[in-house]
């Protein structure tokens, strides 16, 4: 069984039909909503809405740790964490799908570890690739397998927010060399390696980040919605390919 973890402008019923919702509660509290658990290309998986149900959590409230807590006590053996992003390098445009392979985290104060104290012994995970290479290299080849175009690189730049970067900031994120930027990435993808849980991203450039590309004056949110209604039907045929593969 897998899971699917939805951002912005992919609620579940876009990717799948729901058959069970269950709520779950862990020691880290509760997660953003019910676990609903669907087949998707055949196989049993299990769909969380990030932002919650009505989109009420922001990207610094999300209790990433109940999160992936709840998964992986569902059953989930890997994570798809599927991501609305600004475009930062030129390959990068909105509508493009990027499967990135490294992480820049500039977020700060939110729950990022379960080795926090307490009993627990200090561990430091391993982060050099902090993405699963194996579930990356399932995705791309799922990608491939319907012919749909993906970016198979990229260096996703996770920024607080709630707010959108300024045009100064993504020049300097570009100089770090991030080429895509969203809020939402860390510390999932750092949690999820702390409960051992393969993970990868699948990010749709919803817009051009600030500075960049149409984004000189303004992002406009019109049309980063109008771009993700025109892009979940491709993620959803990657994950379902994926899954058929499985
Ligand atoms: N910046 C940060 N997060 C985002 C963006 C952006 O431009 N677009 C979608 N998520």
């Keep these: 069984m897998f899971a699917v973890i939805g ?6 019923s876009t990717l799948m039909k729901m058959e069970r919702r269950q709520i779950a509660r862990t020691p880290y509290g509760e997660p953003s909503g019910p676990l609903n658990f669907a087949t998707i290309g055949g196989r049993e998986a299990i769909f969380l809405a990030r932002h919650g149900p009505g989109h009420i959590h922001p990207p610094h409230m999300v209790n990433y740790r109940a999160n992936l807590w709840a998964l992986r006590e569902a059953g989930a053996k890997a994570v798809i964490s599927l991501a609305a992003v600004g475009g930062i390098a030129a390959t990068c445009g909105p ?93 999932e993808a750092a949690l999820a390696r ?10 749709v450039v919803s817009n051009w980040a600030a ?36």
């Design 7 to 12: 951002g912005s402008g992919v609620v579940g």
């Design 95 to 187: 509508g493009v799908i990027v499967i990135p392979d490294q992480i820049i985290d500039y977020t700060h104060g939110r729950e990022h570890t379960f080795f926090d104290g307490g009993d627990k012994q200090v561990h430091h995970i391993d982060f050099t690739l902090p993405y699963d290479s194996e579930l990356r290299g399932a995705l791309l080849a799922a990608a491939q397998s319907v012919a749909e175009p993906v970016v198979s690189t990229g260096v996703y730049a996770a920024t607080q927010g709630p707010r959108l970067e300024s045009a100064a900031e993504i020049s300097r994120i570009a100089g770090d060399g991030g080429t895509l930027v969203g809020m939402t990435g860390m510390p």
């Design 194 to 203: 702390e409960l051992e849980l393969p993970y990868a991203h699948i990010c």
């Design 211 to 246: 500075g960049r590309g149409n984004s000189t004056e303004t992002i406009s949110h019109s049309a980063i919605e109008a771009t993700m209604r025109a892009s979940i039907d491709r993620v959803a045929k990657i994950v379902d390919a994926y899954a058929r593969a499985l």
